[in-house]
């Protein structure tokens, strides 16, 4: 969680003193009870990364992971073992500080297909959430099925901010019990675990 608090600290502070427009346009939002400004996001991207041997498991396993619009996808270069990237625009969003909090909302999603039996699910309209450290998404398009996909750890994170944009790398990502119990249920499979290291993400986040 300090670590989450320090993403957090950086990116309203980077917002607040240096993007000077981004003021006029989405300025601080105060309630009696003292609560600091919120700082809303104006677009962006989230890319994910699948870490070492899941793109192969998944392959020898006859699942392919395709990204659905307007999220797009491609190989990762320069990589010993093969892996998948995927990446997704950020709608909006805000960021809090005191209480820490705030949402980053995406469009797109991962359709999960198996190539042998035809079985599919999609997850999409991913939301990061800082206060719970966590992404969810919704299930085959059901606005009523959203669920946690991801848990999110930023304790190796790197962060850069710049004029109008803050980014964040290397925030690890681990798959969710109730995800992996979906994803197994869907497709017909236990290739999926709660726990499970997926690989990694970075967000960039216009600000």
């Known amino acids: 969680m300090r670590h989450l608090t320090w993403l957090a600290a950086v ?5 607040l003193v240096l993007a000077g427009t981004a003021a006029a346009t989405a300025a601080p939002q105060n ?11 104006r677009g962006g991207h989230t890319t994910v990364t699948t870490g070492k041997g899941i793109a192969s ?6 699942i392919v992971p395709l990204a659905v619009s307007p999220g797009s996808e491609s190989l990762a270069a320069n990589l010993k073992a093969p892996a998948a990237r995927l990446t997704f625009p950020v709608t909006g969003g805000r960021v809090g500080l005191k209480p ?8 797109g999603g991962i359709l999960f297909v198996d190539t042998k039996t035809g079985k599919t699910v999609e997850v999409s309209n991913f939301i990061i959430s800082l ?25 190796h994170a790197t962060l850069h901010v710049y004029r109008h944009w803050v980014v964040a790398s290397n925030i690890k ?5 109730g995800a992996a ?17 997926l690989g990694s993400a970075r967000t960039a986040l216009r600000i």
Do not use: E, M, Q, Y
């Not at 009870?33 to 996001?41: D, F, N, P, Q, Y």
């Not at 820490?100 to 469009?107: F, P, S």
């Not at 990502?173 to 019990?177: D, G, I, V």
């Not at 499979?189 to 709660?194: A, D, E, I, K, R």
């Open 11 to 15: 990116a309203g502070s980077a917002a």
């Open 31 to 41: 309630t009696a009870g003292g609560r600091a400004a919120s700082v809303a996001l």
């Open 57 to 62: 498991a998944l392959l020898a396993n006859s």
């Open 100 to 107: 820490l909090g705030g949402n980053v909302d995406h469009r």
């Open 131 to 155: 206060k719970h450290a966590d992404l969810t998404g919704i299930v085959n398009g059901n606005p009523k099925a959203r669920v946690v996909l991801l848990w999110l750890n930023l304790s």
């Open 173 to 177: 990502l681990t798959l969710s019990a």
């Open 181 to 197: 119990s979906a994803l197994n249920s869907a497709l017909g499979t236990t290739l999926f675990s709660g726990g499970l290291a």
